[in-house]
Every structure is written in structure tokens, then in C-alpha cells.
T-cell receptor
Framework: KAGVTQTPRYLIKTRGQQVTLSCSPI?????VSWYQQTPGQGLQFLFE???????NKGNFPGRFSGRQFSNSRSEMNVSTLELGDSALYLC?????????????FGPGTRLTVL | QQQVKQSPQSLIVQKGGISIINCAYE??????FPWYQQFPGKGPALLIA?????SEKKEGRFTISFNKSAKQFSLHIMDSQPGDSATYFC?????????????FGTGTRLQVFP
């Protein structure tokens, strides 16, 4: 069974631009979560989706948004990029989004903002 | 506000030695405590997890010890191997909440030398 895939793997943008990152969960998984990983802040929760509905959101500005499609694939969007948005963005999926389900992480998208 | 504190930040161990990583949490609503292992260029992968109704869980060379009264838990890696060299994250999750959200510690970079 294929794991969580994220595209693109690497991305370079300039300040003020916007970016869209994509995540394909493991087949059959309905819950998708997004995390931002930086050396200074570690792994920070962005948001999670279950059956196309945002179920929870972290403490990030409104420039960060996401959505989930009917096939469980998810996208996150960052508008008006800032230098501080440079990070590894990780997507994780789980089967039902309940506490006993294992979350599987993708390899991440490395975003560099110049 | 950091809700899960992890130490040490880095750890150097000789092959065959014991690696110990500690975490402490504040929120008593946390009821699921996983440990993740991350290699460079990869997303975190679940290593082992524990619920607070048990004080210890062992899987192969990896053991979680849990002290509910002290709100602390730790990962012990017995007979550490060079292949264990990675960054380890503890995490916590709330029971009874309809969410996949994980609160991560800041990570420990483990280096095992032959």
C-alpha cells in the first residue's frame, strides 16, 4: 500500500507570493492533518480535515488555509508569503481520526521563501 | 505555550549503550503519548505509543516509561545502534476530543557512534 505522498517535495517562492501544497493520504484514510516543522518552533499543528470538514485549527494566521476533497486528498494554501514561512510542511493521514488510529506522515514539502 | 517539554536537545551514545529521552506535559487532559522517529529527508514515523493506564510498554529495544502523577514519560532505547541515529519526538494527544491533533516536544537528536 502506498504511503502518504506530498507534492511538490521542494518549492522556492519569494515574499508576497502564494503557494499551494498537495497531500494524498493513504488509500482509505479519511483524516488528514498538516504540520509546520521549523528548527526553532519544532512541529506545530496547522489544521486537520475529516470527510471534507475542517475539524481543528492551530494558532496560525488566516494566510494559512486548507481544504479536503471528496477523495480525501488535501491541499493547503499560504498567501502573501513571509520569510518566516520557510519550513518543512508535513501532512499526516489516519484511517478514522480517532485516538487509537496511527497517524502516518508523508515526507513533507520543503518551502523556501526568499 | 509549549505544552510538552522534551530533553535533552541532543544525545550522543556509544553503540550498545542505553539512550534515554525524557518528556513532561502539563495538560492532564492528554491521554495518548506517542513517540516518533524522524530520519533526515523523511517524515516522522510512529515508533511506540502508550496510554496512561499502564506504566511501561516495551517493543523490542524500545521502552516507554510513564509516570502519571509526575506527568512525565520517557523513551529508553536499549542496545543503541548506529541505525538508531535520528531525531526523536515525543507527543501528546487529548482523549475524548474528536481530533487527530498532536502536540509535539521539541525533539532530541540522537547520535550513536560505533
Amino acid at each position: 500500500k502506498a504511503g502518504v505522498t506530498q507534492t511538490p517535495r521542494y518549492l522556492i517562492k519569494t515574499r508576497g507570493q502564494q503557494v499551494t501544497l498537495s497531500c494524498s493520504p493513504i488509500s482509505g484514510h479519511r483524516s488528514v492533518s498538516w504540520y509546520q516543522q521549523t528548527p526553532g518552533q519544532g512541529l506545530q499543528f496547522l489544521f486537520e480535515y475529516f470527510s471534507e470538514t475542517q475539524r481543528n485549527k492551530g494558532n496560525f494566521p488566516g494566510r494559512f488555509s486548507g481544504r479536503q476533497f471528496s477523495n480525501s486528498r488535501s491541499e493547503m494554501n499560504v498567501s502573501t508569503l513571509e520569510l518566516g514561512d520557510s519550513a518543512l510542511y508535513l501532512c499526516a493521514s489516519s484511517l478514522r481520526g480517532v485516538i487509537t488510529d496511527t497517524q502516518y506522515f508523508g515526507p513533507g514539502t520543503r518551502l523556501t521563501v526568499l | 505555550q509549549q505544552q510538552v517539554k522534551q530533553s535533552p536537545q541532543s544525545l550522543i551514545v556509544q553503540k550498545g549503550g542505553i539512550s534515554i529521552i525524557n518528556c513532561a506535559y502539563e495538560n492532564t487532559a492528554f491521554d495518548y503519548f506517542p513517540w516518533y522517529q524522524q530520519f533526515p529527508g523523511k517524515g516522522p514515523a510512529l515508533l511506540i505509543a502508550i496510554r496512561p493506564d499502564v506504566s511501561e510498554k516495551k517493543e523490542g529495544r524500545f521502552t516507554i516509561s510513564f509516570n502519571k502523577s509526575a506527568k512525565q514519560f520517557s523513551l529508553h532505547i536499549m542496545d543503541s545502534q548506529p541505525g538508531d541515529s535520528a531525531t526523536y519526538f515525543c507527543a501528546a494527544r487529548k482523549l475524548g476530543f474528536n481530533t487527530d491533533k498532536l502536540i509535539f516536544g521539541t525533539g532530541t537528536r540522537l547520535q550513536v557512534f560505533p
